[in-house]
T-cell receptor, first 112, second 114 residues
């Protein structure tokens, strides 16, 4: 069985600062990993995904994530936060024969 | 996105009453899912469907049933609503089960059981 742990339910950064949202996974088989973003009163949207090709994955809106097998991590980063990045972010894992499992989410606040 | 419409968007109901939530998609996606979102729990899968009349349970299926009589519609029914079912419910669709087919989400239904 697989699972994901998102460290920190809330993260606050200043506009222009680095964004780092942490995700660690557990999986008995090589996983597929995803980050989704949820803006207020909306459903989730795919931000990026890792599917065993390049370990550094680039997504939409300037976000990227690096798959580190040795650390079982898939942290999400963005060099410079923008006010419009304020949202809730979900890490998710999928093993090949199983369904997508979501983490508990991290709410990102961006201050001017 | 994938033309997913959830109805109603908001509903308040009393304990013990039946409730049906509807998800309608226009993209002809094969897979459809119902999730509930609760603080501290993220999204948890209730039921899913892999085709017309083909459904299966997710991790939190107790107290819920589903039906899919047409490709485009996936109904979630709470036979006798309880306060623990107060939540935001999301429908999602997926073209196929491969990793290249991301989930597309509706905008959610906020259900309050009093």
């Amino acid at each position: 069985a697989q699972s994901v742990t998102q460290l920190g339910s809330h993260v606050s950064v200043s506009e222009g600062a680095l964004v780092l949202l942490r995700c660690n996974y557990s999986s008995s088989v090589p996983p597929y990993l995803f980050w989704y973003v949820q803006y207020p009163n909306q459903g989730l949207q795919l931000l990026l995904k890792y599917t065993s090709a390049a370990t550094l994955v680039k997504g939409i809106n300037g976000f990227e994530a690096e798959f580190k097998k040795s650390e079982t991590s898939f942290h999400l980063t963005k060099p410079s936060a923008h006010m419009s990045d304020a949202a809730e972010y979900f890490c998710a894992v999928e093993a090949r024969t199983d369904k997508l499992i979501f983490g508990t989410g991290t709410r990102l606040q961006v201050f001017p | 996105d994938a033309g997913i419409t959830q109805s109603p968007r908001h509903k308040v109901t009393e304990t013990g009453t039946p409730v049906t939530l509807r998800c309608h998609q226009t993209e002809n996606h094969r897979y459809m899912y119902w999730y509930r979102q609760d603080p501290g729990h993220g999204l948890r899968l209730i039921h899913y469907s892999y085709g017309v009349k083909d459904t299966d349970k997710g991790e939190v299926s107790d107290g819920y049933s589903v039906s899919r009589s047409k490709t485009e519609d996936f109904l979630l029914t709470l036979e006798s609503a309880t306060s623990s079912q107060t939540s935001v419910y999301f429908c999602a669709t997926e073209r196929d089960s491969s990793y290249n087919s991301p989930l597309h989400f509706g905008n959610g239904t906020r259900l309050t059981v009093t």
